[in-house]
Structure formats: C-alpha cells, structure tokens
C-alpha cells in the first residue's frame, strides 16, 4: 500500500474549561443519527464495503477508463464504482478513500486502498466510525467499524466532461460522534438545484481519532501523532482532488465546509501547512478557529498533552508494562480502545476532549493563532452561527438554577474571570439563571466566536462572510430551542425532511435561498446573486452580516455590546 501523497512524510502510523470549549456535539435529537458499535459488520468483506447490492435495472459494468455517470459508473483511481440513479442524479456511497485502518495500521496516517478491477457496489453507505454510546442520542440504525474511512458523492453532470464546483462536507459531533451517513447530509438537492457536486466523508473519531503517545510520536517520520482524524480528512481532500473530474466537478474550485466540529476542522484545515492546494474556499458553520487547544508534548493548566492523554489510554487498556506497549494497544478492541477512558461530548460535561491540537506537523499554531496573524490560507471564507446555540445543552447544565450554583458555574469555568463575565451576564432571580447559562455558552463558544473570526479573516482578506441563523424550524419549535446547533444543517442542504416536522412554504423559500448562497460562494467566492438579498462583505467598521430568517436581510452589530465586552477572551 502507498502512502496518501500529502501524506507520504508520514510514518505508517481556552483560558479556563468553557473557553477552550469551541465545537461540540451533533443535535441531540432524533434527525441526528448515530450508530451501532461492532467490528466489521456481517455481511462485509476484509475491505468494510457493503456487500454488493441486487441489480435493480441499473446498467451493470466492465472496468472501463472513463465513468459513465448517466448509469452511474465512476471510475476512481483506486477502481470502478457502481452507484445509482435517482432521477438523473448520480449518487456514489460508501467508497473507500484509504485503507481501514486496522491492526498494525490503527493510530498511523492513512494510506492508500488497494486497488480493485471488479466494480465496487457503491449503492450504500459504509460503516460509521466507532464512537461511545450516548445517554442523549438516539438508537443506533448502522453499523459502526474501524474500516470506515469512506467518501459519499452526487452529482447532477450529465458527463464527466463538466467542471462543477465541489462541495465536501465535514460532520460535526465534537470529534468524537457523528457519521456522513446522517440524512441530514444528503447531497441529492444541493447538487441537483443548485448545480455543484458534493462530497461528503468519514474520519476517526475519539480514542481512534485524537490520542498521541511518546511512542507514537517516536515511530512517526514526522515526529508528531495525534491528529489522525485530520490527517484522514485531508486523505479525503486529496481523494476529491484526484477523483472530482470523474464526477464532474472542477479540481481547482473545491469548497470544504462543516459544522460544529466539522466547521472546526475547516479551522484546521484553513492553518494546516498540509493543505496548500486542496480547497480554495472554506465555509465554518457554528464553530470557533480556537486560539487554544491540546499540545502534543506540553501540557497547561488547561489541558493536559496529547502525548499524556494517549499514556493514560495505555494504562487503561493494561498496556503500561508491556514489553510493546504499542502492539498491546493496537490488539485492543476497538470497543475497549473508545470506552477505556471517560469522554466529553458537550459544553460542560466531565470527561476527556478528543479534538485536534499542535504537533508541529499537521497544526505548527493553533488556528486562531495563525489566522490572527495572516498565517492561514488565504481563500473567501463564510462564518457563523445560530441564533440559540446553547439551547440544545440544556441538558448538561439543567440543575444550574440557583443564585449559588450560578456563582459555582462562573468561578468553575472561567476561573479569575467569573467577575468580568458576571459583569456582563448579570442576574437577580433564580428564574434567571438558566437561561443566562444557556445565553453564556451560545454566545462565547459560538456567536462572539464566530465574530472574532471573522474579523481577524477580513483584515488579512476581504472576501469574508459572516451570517447569523435565526429562522425556528418545526424541531426548534416543537421542543422549545429555537434556531438551536446545527439547526440550519437542513437549510443548507436544502433537504427538509417530512419526518422531522411540519415544514411550510416559508421553511423551503428560506431552504432554497440558503443553499443559493452556499453554492454561489461556492462557484466563485461570492454568495450574491440570482435576485437573493444583498449579503455584504464583511468589515469590522460597518460589522454587517446576513441575518437567514423570515425575511433575509443584512443588518449590523451583531451582539455587538457584548461581543466587544468580551473580546479579551480570545
């Protein structure tokens, strides 16, 4: 197997708590699908595909040099793919972008899949990542695996002569959760109205995803582990780079976008020196470009080093005093590997944060620190977030509800700043407590974050967007969140599921203009156009953004008074 070509270096291989605390879990709510744990589900072959699907009337093929995307055939570098049609649009799923990283190969940068002759169904998702159960999220409904390191495509080009935009989607769920399977990410109407070609992806998540270890680092030629979910996204960039054309889309106009996590790895991937040339724009949904994350080596008051993190999993898995620690933890289970040690999948909850951090490889600064300082990729860049952000964690901060418990709250995140973030979210009533909690954390890991952003991306480039979501759709209304996390993901894709909700003529207006500019910025880094409402560039000194709601329109100031309040926090 070859190393992945931006990858072939590679060895085989906040001030106080809520501030650090920047992208976060998938809704928490039925729509977001997770999935069931297990090794390689039955019915897989050594490789994690699905088995292949029964010929229902679909052109079946020869490996041939060309794809034929009106019979859904695509032909990758790796083999030929059999997808399927669904009026006129051509949908590729569960396609191996590297090989499953498995055995000698869990916790080493992905490599290439082995090359196939005979078509590869692609008619199914593949697995989702291993990730621990929820007590919030819902039952499973697929399987989980290590060998999941699948894209997702559609596309509406008749042929594989036109040279779409590309847009690649990267799911959230605090790096730890989530899947490209969730319905919420169909690709069908973005691609079919709106003219682009969409990618979607899985990466390790978690304890497979975000540990380092010294001995990790050691057998590394690039002196550094740990983020090896990113180094599997940018396995998927490069897999987009080299297969776009056969789907019809252009290699040289490639969007990445995402949302809580998701939108935090464009962060990374915005300041990551590994990815020069593989997208040329970025959209960041609901997530912060974080100015302080986990170090590989050098552990802080704040967080401990991912070197230690993956030394503690060791100890876990009674691989300690191995005579190879390392082949102790990789012949681990993979179900023992994610439940060794306890997870955070929230804004407040105990446990240990898998997220991405500097290793002097994939990241050399951490993302807010590079983007501040013009050291980012320099490409058009939208940001963003919802209007109640904090809405969907009420669950992990439900008993704060007292005068004292809010004192607890403020001195136990924030530390010697209780006072100042006090002075800004005052309260009198006990009534009141709860929700300023829910307002603290929308506003400082989400709205104000995504604010800050923006403004240190437009003084190095002024093709910068920020938006603000405030539309409530049927789930929003129906428990009470309002325009909650993740809740614009449906009018993005503009894929408004009958069995979420009561979804009326102003919910698919509001779809069909959102996904509009989605797709306009991603044809030519502008999202204006087509009669939609003007969305200005955005300048620190007039602080316009587009407020998505009934009606659209552009405003200014955006939580303006407290945004400025807080700014010294990041």
């Known amino acids: 197997m070859r190393a992945s070509s931006k990858l072939a270096s590679a060895s085989r291989r906040s001030v106080w ?33 699905p088995p292949p699907a029964p010929d229902s009337g679909r052109a079946m093929i ?20 059999q997808g399927d049609v669904v009026d006129g649009l051509a949908r590729f799923r569960g396609v191996p972008y590297a090989a499953a990283p498995v055995g000698d190969l869990r916790w080493r940068a992905p490599v290439r899949v082995d090359p196939w002759t005979t078509p590869r169904d692609g008619t199914q998702y593949g697995a989702a990542c291993m990730q621990p159960d929820h007590p919030l999220l819902p039952e499973p409904d697929q399987p989980q695996s290590e060998d999941c390191l699948f894209v997702n495509a559609w596309t509406a080009a008749h042929d594989s002569s036109e040279r779409r935009p590309v847009m690649v989607w990267i799911h959230g769920g605090g790096w730890t959760t989530g899947a490209s399977s969730n319905p919420w990410y169909d ?65 040289s106009n490639v969007t990445i976008f995402g949302e809580s996590a998701g939108g935090g790895s464009v962060c990374v991937l915005l300041a990551s020196p590994l990815t020069e040339g593989l997208f040329s724009r970025a959209i960041v949904e609901s997530a912060a470009c974080t100015k302080s994350m986990r170090d590989l080596r050098a552990t802080t008051a704040q967080w401990d080093s991912a070197e230690s993190v993956g030394e503690q999993l060791g100890a876990a898995l009674g ?44 990241l050399t600064e951490t993302p807010g620190a590079a983007i501040e300082a013009g050291r980012h990729h320099h490409v058009p860049v939208v940001v963003g977030a919802n209007e109640d952000e904090g809405a969907l964690f009420r669950p992990f901060f439900a008993e704060i509800d007292t005068l004292v418990e809010y004192d607890l709250f403020l001195r136990a995140q924030f530390g010697p700043y209780a006072d100042a973030i006090r002075a800004v979210y005052p309260v009198r009533w006990p009534a009141e407590v709860n929700p300023t909690v829910e307002r603290i954390l929308g506003d400082l890991t989400f709205v104000c974050a995504a604010r800050e952003a923006v403004r240190d991306l437009a003084r190095v480039d ?31 894709f503009d894929h408004l599921d009958p069995a979420d909700g009561d979804y009326d003529d102003t919910d698919r207006a509001i779809a069909h203009e959102t996904a509009g500019y ?3 910025f991603a044809t030519t880094g502008d999202p204006n156009g087509d009669g939609a409402p003007e969305w200005p560039r955005y300048d620190p000194a007039t602080d316009r953004d587009l407020r998505i709601d009934s009606p659209l329109a552009a405003e200014s100031g955006l939580r303006r008074d407290v945004c400025d309040a807080l700014q010294w926090l990041y």
Not at 478 to 489: C, K, N, T
Request: hydrophobic residues 40%; contains cysteine.
């Open 187 to 251: 690709g069908t109407a973005l691609a079919r109205e709106h003219g682009v070609v969409v990618v979607s992806m899985n990466y390790r998540l978690g304890a497979l995803g975000f540990i380092g270890h010294p001995l990790l680092t050691a057998e590394s030629g690039d002196h550094a582990s740990s983020n090896f979910g990113i180094l599997d996204q940018i396995a998927a960039l490069e897999w987009v780079r080299e297969n776009a054309a056969e789907l019809g889309g252009d290699p």
């Open 17 to 49: 708590p809520l501030v650090c605390v920047l992208t976060l879990t998938t809704a928490l709510l039925p729509a977001c699908t997770s999935a069931g744990r297990g090794d390689v589900p039955a019915g897989e072959d050594d490789a994690g595909a």
């Open 462 to 492: 002024a093709r910068t967007y920020l938006y603000h979501f405030s539309w409530v759709g049927p789930i929003g209304e129906r428990y009470g969140l309002g325009a909650y996390h993740g809740s614009e993901i449906p009018y993005v």
């Open 518 to 520: 989605w797709a306009r």
């Open 319 to 362: 691989c300690e005093d191995a005579s190879d620690v390392l082949s102790c933890m990789r012949g681990a289970s993979a179900d023992r590997v994610i439940g060794a040690l306890p997870t955070s999948m929230g804004l407040v909850d105990p446990g240990i944060k898998f997220w991405p951090g500097t290793d002097g490889f994939v």
């Open 62 to 81: 020869d490996a041939g040099p060309r794809s034929d995307l009106s019979h859904a055939v695509l032909m990758t570098t790796s083999g030929p793919v």
